[in-house]
């Protein structure tokens, strides 16, 4: 399995952004070029993101930049950051696209929330074992905020999972687009008390994304593609991480020392606030 599965295949569990705090001491830093919507969001070569007039877009390099502000290490993958258009939003969504090949959604129509959960608490408990010993809080999983579910006529599923640590209670929500080659991640990062009130949001961005003609998961092509080395459930849940590779990554991550798990609002509204005090909207093409 490539490293940037590895990366991934948890994002669906926890949100690794965090924050340096001397990357905002800088006050010359340039500004973030902002796309008002309504526009027509390009998200690489794989599809399209259409947004309203109540949203606002990051580009790329825009993107990955700024989450490395947060203290974050960006893969490359990112292809776009998607915020509210009125500039004073604390919420955002990350938007990613892993070319982990076609990811077969047979194990969806049977797939077990409840052992899902399990499988996501077991490894979690041996990531704990690491994070004590390296003086860090557990993290305890709450359980699921909204089961998984998968629509099969659009490719899409949808699932969120809250936990407890020494940073509060966060929620991961979470979309994944499946296309041909791989597929399109949108992780909200937000508040739990929020969820409630951004749901629509994660609703709305997950159904005006769609791949390209050629790109679309109905493209693909059995004599010639690659197909992911993990299946949807298992890229949900989490669960071929549960042997131990979880704990390990988690040790990797930390490793970094600069990575923290998000904390909650006071975390969210700290970045934004400055974020915003720094940033500039340009009209969209």
């Not at 509060?168 to 929020?194: F, I, P």
């Not at 979880?246 to 930390?254: C, Y």
Request: hydrophobic share 45%; glycine share 10%; proline share 4%.
């Amino acid at each position: 399995m490539t490293s940037m599965m590895l990366r991934f295949c948890v994002a669906g569990l926890v949100a690794l952004l965090g924050m340096g705090g001397a990357a905002w001491a800088e006050s010359t830093e340039p500004s973030y070029a902002w796309q008002q919507g309504p526009l027509e969001a390009p998200l690489g070569e794989q599809a399209t993101l259409t947004l309203s007039a109540g949203y606002r877009f990051l580009g790329p390099q825009d993107t990955q930049r700024l989450l490395k502000e947060m203290g974050n290490f960006p893969s490359g993958a990112e292809l776009g950051l998607v915020t509210g258009g009125s500039g004073d939003s604390d919420w955002f969504v990350v938007i990613r696209f892993v070319d982990a090949g076609y990811v077969e959604d047979e194990d969806a129509s049977s797939w077990d929330a409840d052992e899902m959960l399990a499988s996501i608490k077991e490894g979690t408990e041996e990531a704990n074992a690491k994070r004590r010993e390296m003086g860090m809080a557990p993290l305890n999983i709450r359980g699921w905020e909204e089961k998984p579910h998968y629509d099969k006529a659009t490719n899409k599923v949808v699932w969120a999972i809250s936990a407890e640590g020494g940073q509060g209670t966060t929620v991961n929500y979470n979309t994944l687009a499946l296309g041909r080659h791989g597929y399109m991640s949108m992780n909200l990062v937000a508040n739990l008390a929020a969820l409630p009130t951004l749901k629509p949001h994660a609703a709305n961005l997950l159904a005006n994304l769609n791949f390209v003609q050629g790109k679309r998961y109905v493209d693909f092509d059995s004599t010639t593609d690659k197909v992911a080395a993990v299946g949807l459930a298992a890229l949900v849940a989490g669960a071929a991480f549960k042997s131990g590779l979880f704990a390990k990554l988690l040790v990797l991550i930390i490793a970094f020392k600069k990575v923290i798990l998000l904390a909650g609002a006071a975390l969210i509204g700290l970045v934004w606030k400055l974020v915003k005090g720094r940033s500039s909207t340009t009209p969209s093409a």
